[in-house]
């Protein structure tokens, strides 16, 4: 409450309430609805049509999968992920696995935010509902429940020819980069700067410059690796 009284005291906020007062106190003004119809949009049924053809090939991964073998005769790991396929944690996993060309089936489970519960059949497997989580299929059904454990196991059971995720000889690079322990590392200094300028509001400027000025260190040590940043 009183972060609420001291951002309503600030000019800047002043000057909106007092615009908004101004412009109501104008009238309703006149919308042209014509400037937001867009005629070349598509219509479901006519990108439903279209979908079959924008379909992958059985050699590049779809979220859409079941399973990928690489050859393989059955999966060696279930992945449990996200059922829109967007959760980044999910996300690095399913890359991983792809990367790694460890053979895969997939279960997909409602997060949270959808508001329809977990299946008690995968709460069994993963108490606190967290996804991802992993099984191995030939290791008694062992179950991992942690992003970046289940990258650890991936790497340990890819596939010769691939290079590993962790390599050891980076190590003090993967700390500065996303592993530091501290919560310091360059990955959460961006992921906290961006979200300060997508939702600060009280100097939203200097948000922004400080968001930019660790966008540099990424493009720096992006720069320092070439494509990837180990």
Known sequence: MIGDVLRALQPNYLKQVQKAVMGNAKGPATLNVTLLQYTATPTWEE???QLPNQSPSKDHPSSKDKMRLFGAKEPVIKLYRDSASWCP?????????????????????????????????????????????AVLLKNENQVIGESDEILDVIDSLGAPNTPTLRPPQDAERLTYLCDDGLYNSLERRLFGQWMWWMTGVRKPEEYKQNYLEVFGQVDAALANGGLYFL
């Open 47 to 49: 990108l439903k049509r």
């Open 89 to 133: 944690y999910c996300q690095k996993v399913w890359i991983a696995l792809e990367e790694k060309q460890v053979p895969y089936v997939v279960e997909k489970v409602d997060m949270r935010c959808y508001g329809t519960g977990k299946p008690s059949e995968f709460l069994k497997l993963q108490p606190n509902g967290n996804l991802p989580c």
